[in-house]
């Protein structure tokens, strides 16, 4: 299908000749997913369809207490320093963005009056700029108005490099104005044709400038409300044990009407994911549980009990590995994994090659996660336009011998390779998770029979995925050879996604480990297709160049995908909520109501 084929099935969409439904199945026959379909009809002014849980409540609050479980325990509630799913899930119920993304990738206005079009003004059409007009009336947890000064705080706050903010990318490279009380513009540098970044989504919540305005920069991690939040959302912060339990109560000036149905609110952690299905499933004592990284077989008997269901939806979310190129057992300027350093093993590309024939990711989804993942060689999956068709796995031990012998990686009296003196020895780390263990043990099988010896690593999970920088044990400092864990999409385009392959994200003890790259490795030609998307305004060309950054990476074998994870959480059979593959779970908790 062509550009002009396209763009005449858009006009008879605007006609009326043509359904969207239509539309949507038109493009899904020829690759083009629901989420990137969304956003042509978008761009040519087409009216999104409002895919949101409808709320049937007729007033707000009366609905007693909304317990959640989140076994991955929150530990900090700024959503800029969130880098974990976890701590941005609790960060979204106190604090908002100027829309977000519902279930089919349409974007839901949130604190602004209405999403920008071409047709209202708020989209420039030469892709340099968005118009956002901010709903009026709307307050802070404290009484005081939300107006344009606080979105356009939000930006200078993040964008600064002394902030360390996990949301950097997505403000740096922007200019922010305020036109009006109730109206902010942001500039691009460039015709930026995925404008929906700054101020959507997770990485979109708007910060009141009268808490954190002196706490900009170098003293951001001294703001009091980094624990104790007051925000816009329709919960009002009551107490927080980090890694423990968060508790809050309804806001009454809240601005959407009627909502939120729940009086209270509670954010349990700890625990495992089982014990967090079952919570649900088996026992009915919390209403909701995010995350059930459980092997299908164990989740279909919990759902045999009749009390709550399995919600499982599509997403961008991928499993994988990242084989460390740099070396983490030297440390240089005060931290290891530097990129000053090279990794004594695994910087050897046929080491890599060798590892990533050693990965059996069919069994991994047939015995372990079932309904909770597809076995794929592609670091993006969703939407399918971005995805490689060139990318393939493969699982072939004999293979990955034959690739070691020819490199000169010869077994010792141990049964281990080396070669100059080195031997194939990692450490290779997860979170403690009962399928990330059955991984870890299936691929620790493998690479025996090859001569490559892992030491398993488990570390717990609100430690792997908080934001401490003291902590060694911390994802995004990769103190180990090898590291498997699961990075969340977080709207239907993969732009700001694919910046985890850029060589400005990469994680350091500079920006206190809140880079985007956790991998370190680099590419000139990721870099510069990576910058040349950014500008693209053709769909086509575009999706091109994202899928080559994915390439380069994949193929180096540095970024080893295992599987495109879907969402699974359960929730009790009188819980209505609106579970979103491309936002947060708790995007739209304002929605949610009983039975």
Known sequence: MNEQEIRGMVADVKEGTLSRRSFMQRMAAVGIAAPLATQILIWNDVAMADATLQYKPTKAGGGGPLKILLWQAPTLLNPHFASGT?????????????????KEGNLIPCLAAEVPTKANGGLSADGLSVTWK???????????????????????????????AYTTGSYSNIKVEKVDDLTVKVIFQQPTPFWADPFVGVSGQILPKHRFGDYVGAKSREAPDNLKPIGTGPYKFVDFKPGDVLTGERFADYHIKNQPHFDTIECKGGGDAVSAARAVLQTGEYDYAWNLQVEDEVLKRMETGGRGKISAVPSGDIEFIILNTTDPWTEVDGERSSIKTKHPTLSDPKVREAINLLIDRDSVQKFIYGRGGIATASFVNEPKQFKSTKLKYEFNIDKANKILDDAGWKKGSDGIREKDGKKLKYVYQTSINAPRQKTQAIIKQACQRAGIDLELKSVTASVFFSSDVANPDTYTKLYVDIEMYTTTQPQPDPERFLNQFVSWEIATKENKWLGRNVSRYSDPAADEAYK???????????????????????????ILPLLSRTRVAAALNNISHDHSGWDVDTWNIAAWYRS
């Open 86 to 102: 976890k701590d941005q899930i609790a960060s979204r119920i106190f604090y908002e963005p100027l829309a977000g993304w519902d």
């Open 134 to 164: 901010l709903k009026p009336g709307v307050k802070w947890h404290d009484g005081k108005p939300l107006t344009a000064d606080d979105v356009v705080f939000t930006w200078e706050y993040a964008k600064d490099p002394a902030t360390a």
């Open 532 to 558: 040349a998307a950014q500008k693209e305004l053709d769909p086509v060309k575009r999706a091109a160049y994202l899928i080559k950054v994915n390439e380069i990476f994949c193929e180096a074998n540095v």
